[in-house]
């Protein structure tokens, strides 16, 4: 699934390669996880300019010039791809054509993605929002382990497993510490990993991969890495097979 530094990533391209362009018709191949019906949809976006994108926790919002807002959750195996004229893309789930005959299309072999008009305002902050007391106040009475902390998008937004490994590694901390056990000053550097990593991370892919709109780029990963055997300081990376994997050393404090 694509995360947050992913979702950065792309939001700039699409942003540089699509801003300013008005939208000729919408057709959705896929409209079981639509939220309105596919004529409205057209109705209401044909003739809008594309103004912006960005992103919101873990999905994609395109905002239109009448200020509606098409949220694009990718779920596992959602991808974006641009074509001209017409789609060639199988697997589409919804497809917006531009006038000037460009088109973006998204796709998924599950049908699970979705699009969704004018989706809710979440109330949850985003990853690059958090700060050291909304941890501690949010952690205060909560026993779960601390990486599903991280993943909890009703906690906080965009970070899923591959840099929530990163960022408690950075942070010292081993995954499966009690959330309430982890004392103020190493949630300071919770929040600072994760600022940092999740920032490092999406130039690292805008860097080797300028023009990325899809697609997951891990290599540069230190610790969930199948690649790698060691950290950055010489520890060996340990595989954890549960649930989901998790991917961690003995250099993180483990708090309980």
Known sequence: MPELPDLQAFSHNLQKMLAGKTIKKVEVPNAKKLNVTTAELDEILSGQKLEKVYREGKELHIKFSKGDVLGLHLMLHGKLFLFDTKNENKYSIIELHFED??????????????????????????????????????LAKTK??????????????????????????????????????????????????????????????????????????????????????????????????????????????LFE
Do not use: C
């Open 101 to 138: 005959g460009r088109g973006l299309v998204l796709t998924d072999f599950q049908g699970i993605a979705t699009p969704t008009l004018n989706p809710d305002k979440k109330d949850v902050p985003d990853a690059l929002d958090v700060d050291a007391e909304y941890f501690k106040k949010r």
């Open 144 to 253: 779960t382990n601390i990486k599903t902390v991280l993943l909890d998008q009703k906690i906080i937004r965009g970070i899923g497993n591959a840099y929530a490994d990163e960022i408690l590694w950075h942070a010292r901390i081993s995954p499966f510490s009690v959330s309430n056990k982890i004392p103020e000053a190493k949630l300071k550097d919770l929040v600072k990993a994760i600022k940092g990593v999740l920032e490092d991370a999406e130039q690292s892919i805008l860097k080797s991969n300028p023009d990325i709109i899809n697609g997951e780029v891990r290599d540069f990963m230190n610790i969930h890495n199948s690649k790698k055997k060691q950290s950055p300081t010489g520890a060996a990376i340990i595989v954890n097979d549960a649930s989901r994997k998790t991917y961690y050393t003995e250099e993180q404090e």
